[in-house]
């Protein structure tokens, strides 16, 4: 089968996830307008066919949704397809899925966590390439000292920023970013 897409509305804008016989194969975050999005899909997928999505896919669009709007939402469990994905790559996508909403963790974090500690950087490349956001939580990996480090998605660290903002994150054992005094 070739793999479908579906489109849909959230509180931060038009997000879309792919899937195939094997689970998710992509996931986007907004871009400046839905014709845009429908572009990236296309380039990323060209196959891919916009369709009404099977339960399981809209399972994970509701938990989405949901995530986008404040809730505490664990999509850890989400079926992704990770064929193609190199196997460090796979790695570090497992220990992003496992923070939970509004904690971060920074690249030497999850470096350590994958017992290659000099690995920092090639922690921020595979979540720089991460085919998956938000469902792999890139937007949770901090640069050292909390630091916001990159992010690939349009809108870049302002998007990391909302979304981390929406999840009213923690860094580290401090205050919330947005906790009230």
């Keep these: 089968m070739s793999p479908r ?27 400046v307008d839905e014709a845009a999005l429908r572009r990236r899909i296309q380039r990323r997928l060209a196959a891919s066919i916009e369709g ?11 938990r989405l949704q949901a995530l986008m709007d404040g809730e505490r939402v664990d999509l850890s469990g989400s079926p992704l397809d990770m064929t193609g994905q190199p ?35 090639a922690v921020g ?5 991460n ?3 938000p469902i792999v939580p890139c937007h949770r990996v901090l640069a050292a000292g909390g630091r916001s480090g990159g992010f690939s998605s349009p809108g870049g660290l302002d998007m990391k920023r909302r979304l981390l903002g929406i999840e009213r994150a923690r ?3 401090e205050p919330g970013l947005f906790d009230e005094l």
């Design 125 to 129: 490349q595979a979540m720089g390439s």
């Design 5 to 31: 897409h579906a489109v849909f509305t959230t509180a931060i804008g038009p997000c879309a996830i792919a899937w195939g016989d094997q689970g998710i194969v992509g996931a986007w975050l907004p871009d």
């Design 52 to 62: 009404a999505a099977p339960a399981v896919i809209q399972a994970v669009i509701e």
């Design 171 to 173: 860094i580290g054992s």
């Design 87 to 121: 196997d460090f790559h796979r790695r570090a996508y497992a220990i992003a899925l496992a923070i939970p909403p509004g904690e971060t963790r920074s690249y030497g974090e999850i470096a350590q966590q994958l017992g290659e500690p000099g690995s920092a950087r």
């Design 131 to 133: 085919p998956f956001p």
